[in-house]
């Protein structure tokens, strides 16, 4: 079976960097992604992981190690906007979408 | 980009009425369509996955004949929530996938279900 961990949730200051770490353990696997939900409304897409390494896009950066079972959402320069449940979701050997609990990011001024 | 829509985005409803809920996917077309369930402060479930002109997939645990799936065209499918009771209160999520990307999925808005 699949099990996937995040932290429930996480504060941070608006300007400064946030890191929210998922970890997963998985027999099949054909990505890992990190989605953005705010309260009441659908997830939106913001990366795909599917080989090791960063990928940087804009102020958010995603990173994955498979052999660790690992991946990160790396949040820079921080805004108000950005206080949202951030989901992280692996994509099975079926390439079905297993998501992870989410952690709610709280912002502070 | 893609966009996919729901209708309607809110819907109160008697306990014992049937509930149609529909996915649109306005600009492609939708090989494969997935619902998913959302109860509040928790994380998407996975409810079932439709491709056009076949029967849905259910996952475990949910009602084949409780959540009527029907995907007719490669534009749309409906969910139906019959005999709905105040427990099926929750989001309800749709997404659509399209034949060139099996790894992406576009999000419908989503469908608020209250059952008084």
């Known amino acids: 079976g699949q099990n996937i961990d995040q932290p429930t949730e996480m504060t941070a200051t608006e300007g400064a960097i946030v890191q929210i770490n998922c970890t997963y353990q998985t027999s099949g696997f054909n990505g890992l992604f990190w989605y953005q939900q705010h309260a009441g409304e659908a997830p939106t897409f913001l990366s795909y992981?599917?080989l090791d390494g960063l990928e940087e896009k804009g102020r958010f950066s995603s990173f994955l190690s498979r052999s660790k079972g690992y991946s990160y959402l790396l949040l820079k320069e921080l805004q108000m906007k950005d206080s949202a449940s951030y989901l992280c979701?692996?994509?099975?050997?079926?390439?079905?979408?297993?998501w992870g609990a989410g952690t709610k990011l709280i912002i502070k001024p | 980009g893609a966009v996919v829509s729901q209708h309607p985005s809110w819907v109160i409803c008697k306990s014992g009425t049937s509930v149609k809920i529909e996915c649109r996917s306005l600009d492609f077309q939708a090989t494969t369509m997935f619902w998913y369930r959302q109860f509040p402060k928790q994380s998407l479930m996975l409810m079932a996955t439709?491709?056009?002109?076949?029967?849905?997939?259910?996952e475990q645990g949910v009602e084949k004949d409780k959540f009527l799936i029907n995907h007719a065209s490669l534009t749309l499918s409906t969910l139906t929530v019959t005999s709905a009771h105040p427990e099926d209160s929750s989001f309800y999520i749709c997404s659509a996938r399209d034949g060139s990307s099996i790894e992406t999925q576009y999000f419908g808005p989503g469908t608020r279900l209250l059952v008084l």
């Open positions: 992981n599917v």
């Open positions: 979701a692996l994509m099975d050997s079926n390439y079905q979408l297993i």
């Open positions: 439709s491709n056009e002109g076949s029967k849905a997939t259910y």
